[in-house]
């Protein structure tokens, strides 16, 4: 059942394209299926809004469904009883192939369960988050707070609304043009959303402090939800990009951002 979008269809291929709406966005049809979809959307305003409730949906379900980080003091406790099943024990007696298969069996049971629990998908969680910013900004139409192709205009507006200062620069020669940017809240905190364009289509560039001191690293691209997101960082800072365009278009900007 598709959502209540507050809007009639404006055609009768609505009907026929509703579940190839849900297909396009778990990567399911062909090109050629995917290509009649895309034409469909891009004029009809119903299954346009139809599809945007739906990856909001699901980015909202995937992220909620993720898996939780657990306490340090779980994750102490359960290496704690990892350590005493494989500990060496005093022997007493031969024991038999049966206890010996129940103890072998006991320690590897712990030890794919912390595996499970300490390896986490925390970049997964946050790409899904990611994506759901953008199209909420997309939806809302809250794309931008400033409105400026000027980096020097768009810098300073964010002084004092942050604590810090995230770069800008402008890539107009590179066929990826500022057009603003706003305040948004990720990653547990808020920070600041550049907005570019390419070829009409929207790209959000989240910035934020690499606090962690993690590395720099070269941009690393996925497909969430029917986006394409791109991340990668700076010794002082990480950024993740989101945007419909393909992949190949988003990792050269990413790359020519980065460099």
């Known amino acids: 059942m598709s959502p209540d979008t507050g809007m009639s269809p404006d055609t009768g291929e609505c009907a026929e394209l509703a579940l190839l709406l849900q297909a396009e966005i778990d990567g399911e049809l062909d090109a050629a299926q995917a290509a009649t979809v895309v034409r469909h959307r891009e004029r009809c305003a119903h299954c346009a809004a139809t599809y945007q409730q739906l990856l909001i949906l699901r980015t909202q379900l995937r992220t909620q469904l993720q898996p939780q980080k657990p306490s340090s003091e779980f994750s102490a406790a359960l290496r704690a009883r990892l350590n005493a099943a494989s500990a060496p024990q005093p022997l007493i007696r031969k024991p038999s192939r049966r206890n010996s298969f129940l103890t072998f069996g006991a320690g590897a049971a712990l030890a794919a369960a912390l595996a499970f629990i300490l390896v986490l998908p925390a970049e997964n969680n946050l790409a899904d988050a990611v994506v759901t910013e953008h199209v909420r900004s997309l939806q809302a139409e809250h794309l931008l707070d400033v409105v400026s192709t000027d980096q020097h205009t768009v810098k300073p507006w964010f002084n004092g609304k942050l604590d810090f200062a995230p770069p800008v620069i402008d ?18 905190r808020t920070v600041a959303a550049l907005v570019y364009h390419h070829n009409k289509h929207p790209i959000n560039l989240f910035v934020w402090p690499n606090n962690g001191g993690q590395s720099a690293s070269s941009p690393h691209c996925q497909q969430r939800a029917g986006y394409h997101v791109c991340n990668w960082s700076s010794q002082s800072m990480h950024y993740w990009a989101v945007s419909d365009l393909n992949e190949t278009e988003l990792n050269q900007f990413a790359t020519y951002w980065r460099d």
């Open 171 to 188: 890539l107009v020669a590179n066929g990826f043009p500022l057009t603003g940017g706003r305040l948004d809240y990720l990653a547990g």
